[in-house]
Nanobody, 126 residues
Framework: QVQLVESGGGLVQAGGSLRLSCSAS????????MGWFRQAPGKEREFVGA????????YYADSVKGRFTISRDNAKNTMYLQMNSLKPEDTAVYYC???????????????????WGQGTQVTVSS
């Protein structure tokens, strides 16, 4: 079992940057594909990006491509989400998730992930 804790959220002006962290418990972090999702008020949770077990492959939603970067440090059991050029529409609760799937086709689906963090709020003011 994996426990995930997000941190680094906060209030930032449009155009600013934030870096979120996702810390995982246990010694099997590197055996999980990892993802970031977000949920804005009144909306469904949506895929932001994902990273492979080794960290050599990443994939992003079109809405964040070129602005957000996912990385991971398996030695520290931590995944990161660097968010640049933030927009008010990026305002949401951001969740990290861990999945045991291997098919790349599944990385954007919520149901592919087995463990979730509690979320961290990101608010971007205009």
């Amino acid at each position: 079992q994996v426990q995930l804790v997000e941190s680094g959220g906060g209030l930032v002006q449009a155009g600013g940057s934030l870096r979120l962290s996702c810390s995982a418990s246990g010694r099997t972090f590197s055996s999980y594909a990892m993802g970031w999702f977000r949920q804005a008020p009144g909306k469904e949770r949506e895929f932001v990006g994902a990273i492979s077990r080794s960290g050599d492959s990443t994939y992003y939603a079109d809405s964040v491509k070129g602005r957000f970067t996912i990385s991971r440090d398996n030695a520290k059991n931590t995944m990161y989400l660097q968010m640049n050029s933030l927009k008010p529409e990026d305002t949401a609760v951001y969740y990290c998730a861990a999945g045991r799937f291997f098919s790349l086709n599944r990385r954007t689906e919520l149901k592919s992930y087995d463990y979730w963090g509690q979320g961290t709020q990101v608010t971007v003011s205009s």
